[in-house]
Structures are given as structure tokens and as C-alpha cells.
């Protein structure tokens, strides 16, 4: 059963960069479309970025495309998010989700999903 964990979320500065983990266990990450989710508090989820099982296809948010970067370890059965240039309205809790089919950003898709972690971007 695959089993998703994120990690690296914090606190930072507007301007500033992480890069959030998703660490699969279980099952191979290869053969999944992984993504990337937000949510606000008061808001809906929203879809970030995904990227294809075989790494080929790769999409982004209108309002995060030019900052974020989504890419994919599979030595080390990870998806990453690398986020540049926060901005306060990127606060959320950030969750990746995993299946087997398109990389699309309709968290409805997806199957598998890890616990969150959170993304704080204040002064």
C-alpha cells in the first residue's frame, strides 16, 4: 500500500525559498502521477503542480508557474517542490497525492494522500 509523507515546511520570510519532501514507502513512486496540493484556512483545495510517472509531463498553477519547480528522485522514491519567491498568499498546508493516471490538478483523481505539512510565508 503506497504511503506518502511530506516534509519541509516552515516559517519564512516573503521572498524566500523551501523545498517541500514527499517520501513514498510501501510501493514504488515510479509509477505514480504525483502532485501537489494546497489548502488555506477558509479555503478549497487547490492544485499546484503534478508530475507524470515517467517525469515527462509536468504542470503548474497560473499563480505559481515561474516560482515553483516539481521534480522527482527515484533513487530516493521522492517528489520535491521547490517554491522561490514566497509570497504570503502561498500560506497554506501543502499535501502531495499520488495515482496512476494524467497529470492533472483535480484533487478528486487522486487517490493516495499524505498527512500535510505547513507552509507559513509572513514578515
Known amino acids: 500500500q503506497l504511503q506518502l509523507v511530506e516534509s519541509g515546511g516552515d516559517l519564512v520570510q516573503p521572498g524566500g525559498s523551501l523545498r517541500l519532501s514527499c517520501a513514498a514507502s510501501?510501493?514504488?513512486?515510479?509509477?505514480?502521477?504525483v502532485a501537489w496540493f494546497r489548502q488555506a484556512p477558509g479555503k478549497e483545495r487547490e492544485g499546484v503542480s503534478c508530475?507524470?510517472?515517467?517525469?515527462?509531463?509536468?504542470n503548474y498553477a497560473r499563480d505559481v508557474k515561474g516560482r515553483f519547480t516539481v521534480s522527482r528522485d527515484s533513487a530516493k522514491n521522492t517528489v520535491y517542490l521547490q517554491m522561490n519567491n514566497l509570497l504570503p498568499e502561498d500560506t497554506a498546508v501543502y499535501y502531495c497525492?499520488?495515482?496512476?493516471?494524467?497529470?492533472?490538478?483535480?484533487?478528486?483523481?487522486?487517490?493516495?494522500w499524505g498527512q500535510g505539512t505547513q507552509v507559513t510565508v509572513s514578515s
Open positions: 510501501g510501493v514504488t513512486l515510479d509509477s505514480y502521477t
Open positions: 497525492a499520488a495515482q496512476k493516471g494524467l497529470c492533472v490538478l483535480w484533487p478528486y483523481e487522486y487517490d493516495s
Open positions: 508530475v507524470s510517472s515517467g517525469g515527462g509531463a509536468k
